[in-house]
């Protein structure tokens, strides 16, 4: 469903009392009907928005988007275009609230959730989604498993939230990734609640040191963007988050913490849990997606949902694609899926798988590190592979335009050189030979983990992008051998 809103650009800009205009350029009466950064969506009445990015900068487009019949630009600098100007000291955040303010700040009038954090947002996205529908909201998520970014840039955004509000939402939740809070994704947006669900090592090649990390993060966690935390205490950035939030009257605060589940109970398939005295029962399995339904039952609570329509939310949850996913061809050995990119993700599949199998049984880990992203992380994770996994299959991840031999190396860099370790570490670049390899190791009662990729169904090598699905590949390999 399209909205289509119209103002004049002086009036839209005298409305947006967040910004700051330093100049413009040409007439100010001219009629905006849509707002964008990207140059190939401009059409006649469109206020086309200069993004200075890491790549590309997008005053280079300017005169692309005035061919095209812009109404105007939002820019950091002249451009030699015979359309209106505005000139501002920050494109990316200026654009943020002028969408807002164009589609009648759609935030304002949803129960907006942002959920934010190293590791669980989808599965926490996806659970309090289920629980607020159960409450009688019409709910919307938006993240990972819903476009190419965790979060879309502000234009994106504030479009969407106006389409979902004119749709009859009265909810949306989604995830806010670093990048998004780094560069300013979310200027304009309301949050009725945010959520910390922890913070572990990853994307230090954007944010180049865990304390950058951690400011990007808090900053969703401010009377800017919402008056409503909800913190998981047991993450020691989460315990410093909570001390920094508590001073501010304005701000309310809420935590959540193992402790809070009693009587806990995981699987491959399922977890099940006491909570505020009711039963809970979940299709997502893993021990530590006990965490992940304890962020999602303490924020829906927080936002008025009772203990028992909490519990029916979860219940009725579906297992999330490529969040710790069985696979299941009858084999006598569990397989499993799972997204962990991340030192701490890994290290938390790793361990739920040996709380399934037990101390007698084998956990074996297939799993590779990205090309072009953190590289300090890989023999973090090379680490934590040989100590809580019996067997590993170093593998392909999504080398792009890196050398995978060199990735795998790199990941090797932070395995014991003892013999005994080694022994049980082998390199194969080719994911679906390593998988089966896998496969071919596991006896009755192991249990499988294939780690980084989760639900991505394409494998990005050099400038290919090829289908490969890790739950696909598993079904074919196991159907084979079944």
């Known amino acids: 469903m399209s909205v289509s809103l119209e103002r ?7 409305s947006t009392s967040e910004i700051a205009i330093n100049q413009i ?17 401009v059409s006649n009445g469109v206020l086309f928005c200069c993004i200075v990015g890491e790549n590309v900068d997008g005053h280079n487009f300017a005169k692309v988007a005035a061919a095209n019949g812009a109404a105007a630009i939002l820019v950091e600098r002249r451009v030699e275009v015979d359309i209106t100007q505005v000139v501002v000291s920050d494109v990316r955040s ?22 934010t954090g190293t590791n669980g947002k989808t599965t926490t996205a996806h659970l ?18 819903t476009g190419t970014r965790t979060t879309p840039e502000s234009t994106d955004l504030q479009r969407f939230l ?3 509000l004119n749709r009859g939402s009265k909810a949306v939740v989604m995830e806010v990734s670093s990048h998004a809070l780094a560069l300013g994704r979310v200027e304009g947006t309301l949050f009725k609640a945010a959520v910390f669900t922890n913070l572990g090592q990853d994307h230090l090649d954007f944010h180049k040191s865990i304390e950058d990390y951690f400011v990007a993060k808090a900053r969703l966690f401010t009377r800017l963007f919402t008056n409503l935390c909800v913190i998981n205490r047991d993450d020691v950035h989460g315990s410093l988050l909570l001390d920094v939030i508590s001073k501010d009257k304005e701000v309310r605060c809420e935590s959540f913490g193992m402790s809070d589940a009693k009587d806990i109970h995981a699987d491959a398939s399922k977890i099940s849990f006491h909570w505020q005295g009711q039963k809970i029962d979940s299709l997502m399995g893993g021990y530590f997606n006990v965490m992940n339904a304890l962020a999602a039952a303490t924020a829906a609570a927080k936002l008025g949902v009772t203990v028992s329509d909490i519990a029916k939310g979860l219940a009725a949850a579906s297992a999330v694609p490529g969040r710790f996913e069985s696979v299941s061809e009858g084999q006598l050995f569990s397989v499993v899926v799972d997204y962990a990119h991340t030192p701490e993700a890994l290290q938390n599949v790793l361990l739920a798988g040996r709380k399934i199998v037990g101390k007698d049984a084998q956990v074996i880990l297939v799993f590779g590190c990205g090309g072009g992203r953190d590289q300090l992380k890989r023999p973090k994770m090379g680490d934590i592979a040989s100590q809580f996994a019996d067997l590993v299959y170093v593998t392909s991840d999504n080398p792009r335009h890196e050398d995978a031999r060199t990735i795998a190396h790199e990941v090797l860099q932070g395995v014991s050189s003892v013999s005994s370790v080694m022994s049980r570490v082998t ?8 998988i089966g390899a896998a496969f071919g190791s596991a006896k009755p009662g192991d249990i499988v983990i294939i780690a980084g990729k989760g639900h991505e169904a394409t494998q990005t090598i050099g400038a290919d992008e090829t289908p490969f699905s890790d739950v696909q590949v598993s079904r074919e390999l196991l159907k084979a051998v079944s």
């Open 128 to 145: 309090l989604a289920s629980i607020l529908r159960q409450h009688g909201w019409p709910t919307s998520v938006l993240g990972t498993l």
């Open 427 to 434: 390199i194969e670049l080719d994911r679906r030979l390593a």
């Open 25 to 41: 350029i040409g007439d100010a009466k001219v009629r905006v009907l849509d707002i964008t950064h990207d140059s190939s969506k």
């Open 8 to 14: 004049q650009l002086d009036d839209l800009l005298a």
């Open 94 to 115: 200026t654009m943020g609230y002028l969408a807002a303010e164009l589609f009648n700040r759609p935030s304002e009038k949803l129960n907006v959730i942002g959920i």
């Open 162 to 164: 106006a389409e979902e």
